[in-house]
């Protein structure tokens, strides 16, 4: 079946370090794919996303990089502040001929920034 | 910025019984949607919702589970005879054009169910 998977579930960074956080998807016909930010009591945020016909994508202090040929995106913050203490997942669409995405979300890291 | 809102933000309810949860999404959207998610595990999709219509349910959404769109404001899912595990956070979300646009996530209810 479908998965999304993150490889660490709890990440701790010193404050002003960079963040890297990593998810895997096992669905090679997912073609979006975004990374949401969920603080302790919130929805989801959204942070970032990239499209299949793109490897890398960039915005204020993110970075995400999509590797296909793995199945892999990560998602790098530079300058990691508390703020950015949360869980982060990514979900993976998927078209059909319809126009409807299918989503399949990761579990989630929890990001721990240490001041 | 526009915000989606979901009412209750903790609702308690006997076992057995019916509830509903209420989501305003944000004015200008077109596409709703409803999720779970369970303590500890990750989110997962319900239903999805354009034009009136349920465009998209996964195995999840059974005949336990209906949504509706009673006015123009505000998008509903509705739990008829609630189980010990359908406690959870629900959250609600919106899109503005298409789903591949990024969803919008109310703040969630948090369903217990005793």
């Known amino acids: 079946g479908e998965s999304v998977g993150l490889h660490l579930p709890t990440l701790s960074v010193q404050e002003g370090d960079n963040s890297i956080i990593n998810c895997a998807y096992s669905?090679?016909?997912?073609?979006?794919f975004i990374w949401y930010k969920q603080e302790s009591g919130k929805g989801p945020q959204f942070i970032i996303d990239i499209r299949s016909n793109m490897d890398k994508r960039q915005g204020q202090r993110v970075t995400v990089l999509l590797n296909k040929t793995v199945k892999h995106l990560s998602l790098q913050i530079a300058a990691t502040q508390p703020g950015d203490s949360a869980v982060y997942f990514c979900a993976a669409y998927r078209g059909y001929s319809g126009g409807y995405q299918k989503v399949t979300f990761g579990i989630g890291t929890k990001l721990q920034v240490i001041p | 910025e526009p915000e989606v809102t979901q009412t209750p933000s903790h609702q308690v309810t006997q076992m057995g019984q019916e509830v509903i949860l209420r989501c305003v999404p944000i004015s200008n959207h077109l596409y709703f949607y409803w999720y779970r998610q369970i303590l500890g595990q990750k989110v997962e999709f319900l239903v999805s919702?354009?034009?009136?219509?349920?465009?998209?349910k996964s195995e999840i959404f059974d005949d336990q589970f209906s949504v509706e769109r009673p006015d123009g404001s505000n998008f509903t899912l509705k739990i008829r005879s609630t189980k010990l595990e359908d406690s959870a956070m629900y959250f609600c979300a919106s899109s503005p054009r298409d789903p591949t646009q990024p969803q919008h996530f109310g703040d969630g209810t948090r369903l217990s169910i005793l």
């Open positions: 919702f354009y034009n009136n219509e349920i465009s998209e």
């Open positions: 669905n090679s016909a997912s073609d979006y």
